[in-house]
């Protein structure tokens, strides 16, 4: 794509009404747009990385089994009256019509995939199944001051599972579970399993995938020698103490995010619904049910938070909007222009996704913008480097001077 065409434009300066790091360089570098307090728009930069962060959640839940849905949004409060959640969640967003009714606004959607799936869903041959969604979720969060990482809309990936036995679920539990981790290393994070109560609705452990991050708002605890990591306000354990799992490693105190996690519905739903399947033994059965969701919108968030630097964001390969940003910095019309636009070409009959800043402003500006918008790969061609491309990695300072040929080896 060429710069010039980009309808976003950078700015200078942080926005003076955001707090947090993820939304004032997101901002910045023309990737989100603020509409309100927790609600913001993607813009093409930011479409595309969140369209790869998707990609990738798509890709791990597909390779366990999930199959794609797309639930509405808008909700009969029927359901969630149900359920019991219309007054006991403080979250909902609850939207009069004017015939007098009211809707609830999806801030989660086990309401609406319990009745949709035993529908179809009948006898035990029919299960087990996991069905998932990638979809915007409303919640009436009080604090919305961390950016992406809580919108009062907010991208999710929800998926619910739905099995005949315990010992099924717990099988396929620990299947995502593992690809979870499988996923968040994918996108240049580490994040470490918290084992915390299942909250409201069940005593069976689960899991809260929390990366570390100062933006963060959980307080963990975790080993520095393996992968124990539990939140601070249920610990049993102190910080400095020796780990209870592995005996070698010492607990530490810090920030963390939670980008997913993973619960044990159990047979609440089917059950709050009075919805069964018939079993082996011909006899009416809630099913057990799983739900795994994924914050997508706050990963973006926190990709940011752990990959910047004074100028601006270093996307990790696998999430940038593009590979490759190729500067031209010389006239249009000079052999080192042409050089640049032959360059891009090749780039794109290769199928690289590059960013090619053709516009005419200065070298200055051409760099900083680089800097701030953060693709992996800077190219530059001018004057200066004769037949050769100028190569740099965003996390880097090393510049090296290439032949397309060689160029092409390391993209
Ligand atoms: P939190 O404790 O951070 O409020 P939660 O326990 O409410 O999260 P869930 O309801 O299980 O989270 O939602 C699944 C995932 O969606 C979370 O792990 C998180 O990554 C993401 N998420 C939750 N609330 C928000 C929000 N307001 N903005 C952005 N992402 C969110
Ligand atoms: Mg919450």
């Known amino acids: 794509m060429k710069q010039s065409e980009l309808f976003t434009k950078t700015l200078r300066e942080a926005p003076k009404d955001e707090e947090a790091v993820n939304a004032q360089l997101l901002i910045r570098a023309g990737f989100i747009n603020k509409t309100m307090a927790g609600s913001y728009s993607f813009l093409p930069l930011g479409l595309r990385v969140l369209n790869k962060i998707e990609n990738a959640v ?8 999930g199959q794609e849905i797309l639930m509405s949004m808008l909700h009969p409060k029927a359901l969630w009256e149900t359920t019991g959640g219309w007054n006991n969640i403080d979250v909902l967003f609850k939207v009069p019509s004017r015939t007098e009714k009211e809707y609830a606004l999806a801030q989660s959607a086990e309401e ?3 009745p949709l799936v035993l529908k179809h869903a009948t006898t035990y041959k029919d299960l087990p199944l996991a069905v998932y969604q990638i979809h915007w979720k409303f919640r009436d969060e009080l604090r919305a001051k961390s950016g992406i990482l809580r919108g009062r809309e907010f991208l999710m990936k929800d998926m619910y599972s739905f099995h005949e036995t315990q010992a099924d679920f717990d099988k396929f539990y620990a299947k995502a579970k593992k690809s979870y981790l499988k996923l968040y290393k994918s996108l240049g994070l580490t994040a470490k399993a918290t084992e915390a109560s299942g909250g409201a609705f ?9 990366v570390l991050t100062d933006a963060g708002e959980d307080d963990i605890f975790y080993c520095d020698k393996c992968e124990f990591c539990v939140n601070s306000e249920i610990s049993k354990q102190n910080i400095g103490e020796k780990c209870q799992k592995c005996g070698k490693g010492v607990l530490h105190r810090a920030k963390a995010s939670e980008v997913g996690n993973v619960f044990d519905l159990s047979d609440k739903y089917g059950k709050d619904f009075k919805l069964t399947f018939l079993d082996k033994n011909n006899e009416r059965k809630h099913p057990i049910m799983g739900c795994y969701g994924v914050g997508v919108t706050r990963l973006m968030g926190v990709i940011v938070e752990k990959y910047h630097d004074e100028k601006g964001i270093i996307w990790p ?10 500067l031209r910095l010389a006239d249009p019309k000079s052999k080192a222009g042409k050089l640049a636009d032959k360059i891009y070409a090749y780039l794109l009959a290769d199928n690289i996704e590059v960013l090619y800043d053709e516009r ?3 070298a200055g500006q051409k760099f900083a913008d680089a800097d701030l918008i953060g693709i992996p790969w800077r190219l530059v061609v001018s004057e200066k480097t004769g037949a050769k491309i100028e190569v740099k990695a965003r996390n880097s300072k090393k510049v090296n001077l290439m032949s397309y040929g060689s160029l092409r080896q390391i993209l």
């Open 58 to 65: 798509r890709n791990e839940m597909n390779a366990i089994g």
């Open 112 to 114: 609406a995939v319990t």
């Open 202 to 210: 069940s005593q069976k452990i689960s899991y809260e995938f929390m």
């Open 317 to 326: 390969e696998s999430v940038s909007p593009f590979k490759a940003h190729l």
């Open 360 to 362: 005419t402003v200065s």
